[in-house]
């Protein structure tokens, strides 16, 4: 798992991999506060300069 996750990595700008000691696919329910405090961290951040997302932010006007 780490080796596919340390190519999502290389992907997406500011991201990290991090593994919860112990923990399977559910890590986030078995470490939801760490979870979340490293989800709003990496959310925190925003995107880099020149980065465009799928979607506008917000949706065109009639």
Partial sequence: MAASGNRAVTF???AQLILY???????FYQYPALF???????????????VRTAFPAEPPRA
């Fill in 12 to 14: 997406m700008p500011n």
């Fill in 21 to 27: 000691p112990d923990a399977n696919h559910g890590s």
């Fill in 36 to 50: 979340v405090a490293q989800a709003e961290q990496f959310l925190s951040w925003g995107l880099p300069d020149g």
